[in-house]
Structure formats: C-alpha cells, structure tokens
C-alpha cells in the first residue's frame, strides 16, 4: 500500500524556519522524482520544488528561490523542504508529490507574527 506521510509543519513567526519531512512506503522511492506542492485558499496549487530520484537535480518555483531547499534519502524513503526566511505569502498545505504514485495529505504551514 502506497503511503505518504508529511510532518513538520506548524506555526513560525516572519523570517523563521521550518523543515518539512515525506516518509513514504509501498514503492521503490529511489526511481522518482519527488515534488513539494502547496496550496491556499487564495492561490492556485503551486509547484514548490522537485528533486529528481537521486538528488542530482532540482527545480524551485521563482518564489522561493534561494530560501528553500528540496533534499531526500532513498535509504530512508523520505523527502525533505527545508525553508528558511520564512515569508507570510509561504502560508499554505504543503504535500509531497510523486507523479502517477500518489500524494500525501499534507500539513499546514502558517507564517504570522
């Protein structure tokens, strides 16, 4: 069975950090890329960032650039965001993402002071 586990999200003030864990099960992790979505009410679901199966890889979205980084660990089956300089507009549900796999139920970042 296919499963797909975030954690890691939470309440940070402006300029705070976080680092968002996807433990996943039921497929061979190491041949896919991986992708981090978040979505808001306001905004449509955005493409966060993407890291290719062994890690060789990555894109981000223009928005976070330089603020996020998008790591994983085939030993362990888990993908990671870490994201720094946390801005209010970061504000969303982040899931991870495989494609033609399946999706994790995401968790809830807030940035507020």
């Known amino acids: 069975q296919v499963q797909f586990v975030e954690s890691g999200g939470g309440l940070v003030q402006p300029g705070g950090s976080l680092r968002l864990s996807c433990v996943t099960s039921g497929f061979t992790f190491s041949s896919y890329s991986i992708n981090w979505y978040r979505q808001s009410p306001q905004k449509e679901r955005e493409l966060v960032a993407a890291i290719a199966s062994f890690g060789d890889n990555t894109i981000y979205a223009d928005s976070v650039k330089g603020r996020f980084t998008i790591s994983r660990d085939n030993a362990k089956s888990t993908a990671y965001l870490q994201m720094d300089n946390l801005k209010p507009e970061d504000t969303a549900v982040y899931y991870c993402?495989?494609?033609?796999?399946?999706r994790g139920q995401g968790t809830q970042v807030t940035v507020s002071s």
């Open positions: 993402d495989v494609a033609r796999v399946g």
